[in-house]
């Protein structure tokens, strides 16, 4: 049975991820709060990828990061405060899971990362230059992996 280890996961997309893959692999959930799905495939870690420091995990076939951060505010209300809080979650908060977790994929079968983005990345939309700020470094980020790992991994914004 896989192992994923799914960051973001006790709300919105990520508990959804949680609660369709633990019906066919185990899942090692790490988020600030826990996920309102208990199952016997479920592990969960409370951690804030900002603050804390990750948890040891021996092994595991993939990673889903999908933290969940956003400041819906017209720029004129957002503050550079707002700005370093979404970055540091999605962007620097990516670097230090994958950092952190790249080794053991490497052990697992046909290792894959997931980063989650957003539309508004692409289209710019009102009220979302913070998080389209943040998301268009995931993006990034997911290209440059792409080219660095490739072809022992799969990297899907």
Do not use: W
Request: glycine share 8%; proline share 6%.
């Amino acid at each position: 049975m896989k192992t994923i280890i799914v960051v973001g996961g006790s709300k919105g997309i990520g508990k959804a991820i949680v609660a369709k893959l633990v019906s066919y692999c185990k899942v090692i959930n790490i988020s600030r709060s826990a996920p309102s799905i208990s199952h016997d495939n479920l592990t969960h870690f409370n951690c804030d990828v900002t603050q804390d420091e990750l948890p040891e995990i021996d092994n595991a076939d993939g990673l889903v990061y999908c933290p969940g951060s956003i400041n819906l505010k017209p720029i004129s209300r957002l503050s550079i405060d707002d700005f370093k809080e979404d970055f540091d979650i999605n962007v620097l908060g990516a670097v230090k899971v994958i950092q952190k977790y790249l080794p053991i994929l490497k052990n697992g079968n046909s290792p894959s990362v997931v980063l989650f983005s957003t539309v508004a990345a692409k289209l710019g939309m009102p009220y979302h230059a913070s998080i389209a700020v943040a998301k268009s470094g995931v993006e990034g980020l997911v290209k440059s992996l792409g080219a660095e790992l490739a072809p022992s991994y799969a990297l899907m914004p």
